[in-house]
């Protein structure tokens, strides 16, 4: 007890120090304490660190390597897969190409065989014939229109349908240019004009290994369905599903393991226990580094999704690890979907030290050592060093900081004395005791407890750390298709107006061919109603005659419009809509832009691949911008104020914040609502988008009183 006492006594003798002390230089205390809040420095004199009974020990790196394991998928890279599929319904004529065949770009993968086809065909020879009467019928009249014999009338109406036969021609051009094939070279002529019945050759878009395949020969297929994957092998990720608590050690470039499940180390697990030199021998390990970060927390799974890309996948030699000798090495083929573990190493990400958790102190994710800076004869100086939590075992932790280095030497012994003195500064609006209290007890986030020590009490509330949604862009296509180009992959920034993926769509060709069919309407009718407008002085026209011409000309002027306004909402732009007016070709695909500066978060396009206009295609976040959104019971939100004050924790980071909004309801029973919390400091860059908080707010003056 009188131990106990002295203690007490030299605890807070500093504060009658700390009063006489001057602004600038500060003489070093004979007795007790002396802190410095705002820098983190404590000065103990040689009686307090005798009272005390502190001990320091010595930070020596971790010797014994730091990893977590996670589960794995190899994938594709975004780019390097590519599905195909007809861009016409029929029947699948034919399909030369293998599962599993090495293919280079413009291969024949298969023939569709369709109707539409034949009907097409029809259609472009009659057409071609009615214009080439057309231009005969017109070369006629105008070789006797020096004569005077044929009425000007006769010779408006040949142009006319000559105008008409070449506008008719240029929407079946677009039709077979949207079918992949360019009717003005001598092969599509040759090909057009074969008796026989037309196959639709589809060719592989990109060179790699034929990996998956749907349908047989003679199957009825639908347009835009799947008929192969194409898969370029050499160029492959791992997809990798991490734990919260590990983020805050991760990095670019960390070093991890990779076991392929399956291999030749599975198949030998079990005479590998028998055999170590087995074991040795078909011990499977491909060494990756991290290429990009966890952005989001799956709310399926709990784990954030990380990436690191494979280099030469296929390519490995005796030196990877694989075998011991050559006639051992078990031959390795990675393919997308391969399940793997993934063994993750901390011990490189800076110098990592192994200590006794004594000597970590910290409420909740704000952890910190004391560093011995000086040493007297007379006094001891040490500084508060924030510091990152690795893996706890047998009462020991790894701890890692910015300033740490092998030598320093930390308190062991009365760090968590000396750490109390700190932690009420860290806290200032909250109740220290009662929150040390309620982290003993374990109790349960949504949980209250009245103060021990004082008639304040406050909330702890479960969270999420989220980008708000004016900070998010998610990016869809308009019209359902298929994505024939993704140019970004998730971890790239991006600003507004850059391109991500093209799309192509049936139903655009259709927008575009309306467009051009208008087009060559209104050109039709007013080219009419002024040669009719001319021949007034001349001939008698029948003013019934120019008012049928008018309304068509009005109609074809409103569908012209109509039309443009659907294509300038789908994000064409009126100088791309007039080029395909003018100059009759269709623009095949579709570009969606970012429409949010940021990071790109998901791509779940597939090149190839199907898609819906209710589908995200791409997900764009800020991520400079965070807030913070918590979760309050209905007795709990009766108790919440806009304006107050709050704590807020999460994985290795602390920071307090302001209540700026309140609802609605989470949940459609009501038994749930939102607490919208602004923090004081952005989170650190391994913050993902729904990860976990604690939030502690303290409760009003008249929530209290109510609470009494």
């Not at 510091?387 to 280095?405: C, D, E, K, N, Y």
């Not at 998610?474 to 991006?494: F, N, Y």
């Not at 959104?629 to 704590?647: E, K, M």
């Not at 913050?687 to 976990?692: F, P, Y």
Request: proline share 5%; glycine share 6%.
């Amino acid at each position: 007890m009188l131990r106990s006492a002295r203690v007490l006594f030299l605890l807070f003798s500093w504060m009658g120090v700390w009063a006489f002390a001057h602004e600038g230089h500060k003489p070093l205390p004979t007795k007790g304490i002396e802190l410095d809040l705002q820098s983190g420095s404590i000065v103990l004199t040689e009686d307090a660190y005798r009272q005390l009974d502190v001990a320091a020990i010595e930070l020596k790196p971790l010797v014994q390597p730091q990893t977590a394991f996670a589960y794995a998928t190899v994938i594709p890279d975004w780019q390097g897969q590519v599905f195909v599929g007809s861009p016409i319904a029929g029947r699948l004529s034919s399909a030369p190409t293998l599962p599993g065949s090495q293919v280079e770009i413009n291969t024949l993968l298969a023939e569709i065989e369709s109707p539409e086809l034949e009907r097409l065909r029809r259609d472009w020879r009659n057409t071609r014939l009615e214009l080439r009467l057309a231009e005969d019928n017109l070369a006629r009249l105008d070789s006797l229109g020096t004569s005077q014999a044929v009425p000007e009338r006769d010779r408006i109406e040949a142009i006319s349908r000559r105008n008409q036969a070449i506008g008719a021609i240029q929407v079946l051009n677009a039709k077979w240019s949207s079918l992949g094939v360019s009717v003005d070279s001598s092969e599509s002529q040759k090909w057009l004009n074969d008796p026989r019945p037309l196959r639709l050759p589809i060719y592989s878009p990109k060179a790699g290994r034929v990996y998956h395949n749907d349908l047989v020969a003679g199957a009825a297929i639908s347009a835009g369905d799947h008929l192969f994957e194409i898969v370029d092998l050499d160029d492959l990720w791992v997809e990798i599903n991490i734990l919260e608590e590990h983020l805050p050690m991760l990095q670019k470039d960390t070093s991890i393991g990779l076991d392929v499940i399956g291999s030749e180390k599975s198949a030998f697990a079990s005479i590998s226990k028998r055999d170590p030199a087995i074991q040795a021998s078909f011990a499977v390990n491909l060494p990756v580094q991290l290429d990009i970060l966890p952005m989001s927390i799956s709310s399926s799974t709990g784990t954030a999704k990380a990436w690191a890309r494979l280099a030469e996948p296929n390519k490995l030699s005796d030196t990877d690890g694989i075998g011991s000798s050559a006639a051992q090495k078990p031959s390795i083929q990675l393919l997308p979907g391969m399940a793997a573990t993934a063994n993750i190493d901390f011990t490189d990400q800076g110098s990592w030290f192994e200590v006794p958790e004594g000597s970590v102190c910290g409420l909740r994710d704000a952890n910190f050592v004391f560093v011995e800076v000086a040493e007297t004869k007379k006094s001891m100086e040490y500084r508060r060093e924030p510091v990152t939590i690795g893996f706890r075992r047998h009462g020991m932790v790894a701890i890692q900081g910015s300033q740490l280095l092998p030598g320093d030497r930390i308190i062991e012994r009365g760090a968590q004395v000396l750490g109390g003195l700190f932690l009420r500064e860290m806290t200032p609006r909250f109740n220290f005791r009662e929150a040390r209290l309620r982290m003993r007890a374990k109790s349960s986030p949504s949980s209250h407890q009245k103060s021990l020590s004082s008639d304040s009490y406050s909330l702890l509330l479960p969270g999420q750390w989220l980008v708000p949604a004016t900070a998010r862009g998610a990016i869809s296509s308009p019209l359902d298709g298929w994505v024939t180009k993704l140019m970004v992959r998730p971890g790239e920034q991006v600003t507004v107006g850059d391109p991500l993926f093209e799309v192509q769509s049936l139903a655009l060709q259709d927008l575009q061919l309306e467009l051009i069919q208008a087009e060559n309407n209104r050109r039709f009718w007013e080219d009419q109603g002024k040669r009719l407008l001319q021949l007034q002085g001349s001939e008698v026209i029948a003013k019934r005659r120019l008012a049928e011409i008018q309304t068509k000309l009005q109609v074809e002027n409103s569908t012209l419009a109509a039309t443009r306004e659907i294509l300038l909402n789908y994000g064409y732009t009126a100088q791309s809509i007039d080029e395909v007016a003018t100059t009759q070709k269709l623009q095949s695909v579709l570009i969606l832009k970012a429409s949010h500066s940021g990071t790109v978060v998901e791509a779940n396009a597939k090149i190839g691949k199907p898609v819906n206009s209710d589908q995200v295609l791409v997900e764009i976040h800020d991520r400079s911008k965070w807030v913070v959104r918590g979760f309050a019971s209905q007795s709990q939100a009766q108790r919440l104020r806009i304006g107050q004050r709050c704590a807020i924790s999460s994985n290795q980071f602390a920071t307090g914040g302001l209540v700026v909004r309140l609802g609605p309801q989470s949940t459609d029973d009501g038994s749930t609502y939102d607490v919208w919390i602004e923090p004081d400091q952005m989170p650190p860059a391994w913050t993902v988008h729904e990860g976990l908080a604690t939030i502690e707010i303290a409760a009003d003056d008249d929530s209290q009183e109510q609470r009494k």
